[in-house]
């Protein structure tokens, strides 16, 4: 048996909900499968909140800690601070809004970015601010480039650790981040793609002053509304949009006319009134993850297996490449946790996927596949060889 179905066969009994030794779910870049117990901390929160009633934040809150806690330990970050909320979106808002737009309206990201931020950014861009977005290829000058558009007007520098198109690992955040701290210029991080697909040490690689916008909603398999924005203990942000949440501990003081406080805690970056549910899911899921041993290594180990098996499959099956096509060869190592495909009909074989029961996801000329822990060999080359079939007919 290969390392991959070792720990695939494993894993399987426990989505029996999700069906997944029975379903081609390649969008685990996207959507992963919940294993069973996260139904049981959803039904809890019911119970919890029957029993409670309004007393049962209190409980809330003790699921989110689990969550922060779990982030820390992945992260290699005792000491940072961990916000949660609803999205990314609100995260990356809220943060935004902290920043001195007006006397420096110039933002620093990439052409690599996912469209949440891009939308964002290229809105603001109507409104006067300016958006400078460095392609990430050349990846050999990629870093000097970023660095040479920093100067007194920039705000904030904003890019992504795993690229959402290509899977490609950015190796560059460090000496970013030090050319950025030299100048006083914040870093946010986009690590949708990275978390629980590559291991990182925020204090070994130096980002300890930097932001990072973490999601739930993938790899991590906690579902929607499991965000979070992980910033450093000494950050003094005001966001100016900003929620009851950012500050209970003023909540009983009298209002009055003075600067808007806001605790130095964990919600500095929060809104307001939010559904515990995820929290509830999303903490039996952690619970399972650690009583299986889903270490962040061996998470990366099964990822990498997975990619490699499905690249070297593809390779085999010598598609034309005006059709279809690897988005890079760079080696193993520097990819996430999806291959990535490129063609001109990414959309149509995509829909064609779907109607023989592979799930796969496409974004404009990107076809990508996603395996998670749970994916065996033997369903690797299932969905390769019904690639190989959709493609024949295109």
């Known amino acids: 048996m290969s390392d991959i179905d070792f720990l695939a066969h494993k894993l399987i009994p426990h989505y029996t909900h999700f069906n997944v030794s029975e379903r081609l779910l390649f969008t685990g870049h996207s959507h992963q499968a919940w294993p069973d117990v996260a139904r049981e901390g959803q039904t809890k929160y019911f119970d919890v909140c029957a029993r409670d009633v309004d007393n049962k934040w209190e ?61 964002q950014l290229h809105r603001l861009e109507e ?34 650790r795993v690229y959402f198109e290509t899977s490609l690992i950015n190796t560059h955040l460090t000496e970013i981040a030090a050319a950025a701290r030299e100048k006083g210029i914040p870093v946010m991080i986009d690590d949708y793609h990275g978390t629980n697909v590559v291991p990182l040490s925020i204090r070994e690689a130096g980002l300890e002053d930097c932001f990072i916008l973490i999601g739930g909603y993938k790899y991590l398999q906690w579902g929607e509304a499991n965000c979070f924005l992980r910033f450093p203990k000494d950050c003094e942000y005001r ?99 999806f291959l990535s495909l ?19 996801d496409a974004r404009g000329e990107i076809l990508r596949f996603g395996p998670a822990p749970y994916i065996t060999s033997s369903q690797i080359k299932q969905a390769m060889d019904e690639l190989d079939k959709v493609v024949a007919d295109i």
Request: hydrophobic fraction near 35%.
């Open 342 to 360: 490129t063609s001109p009909k990414a959309r149509e074989i995509r829909a064609a996927l779907m109607e023989n029961g592979v799930f796969t």
């Open 127 to 160: 409104e006067g601010l300016e958006f400078v977005q460095v392609p990430v290829q050349p990846d050999e000058s990629f870093a000097e480039r970023i660095i040479g558009e920093m100067d007194d007007r920039t705000s904030a520098v904003m890019l992504s």
């Open 239 to 337: 966001p100016a949009i900003t929620g009851w949440f950012a500050s209970f501990s003023t909540l009983d003081k009298p209002r009055n006319n003075d600067p808007v406080e806001y605790d130095h805690d964990n919600q500095r970056f929060a809104s307001g009134t939010y559904d515990p549910s995820s929290q509830f899911r999303a903490a039996k899921v952690v619970e399972f993850f650690q009583e299986h041993g889903l270490s962040p290594e061996i998470l990366r180990e099964q990822y990498l297996a997975q990619v490699g098996l499905l690249r070297t499959l593809f390779k085999e099956k010598t598609f034309d490449r005006s059709i279809i096509h690897l988005t890079h060869e760079e080696p193993l190592e520097r990819n996430g946790g």
């Open 59 to 119: 409980a809330a809150f003790e699921k989110t800690e689990i969550l922060r806690t779990y982030l820390r330990d992945f992260y290699d970050d005792p000491d940072g601070f961990y916000c949660r909320e609803e999205s990314t979106h609100v995260l990356f808002v809220s943060w935004m809004s902290s920043l001195d737009l007006k006397n420096k309206p110039k933002i620093i990201s990439t052409d690599g970015e996912f469209h949440s931020l891009f939308r």
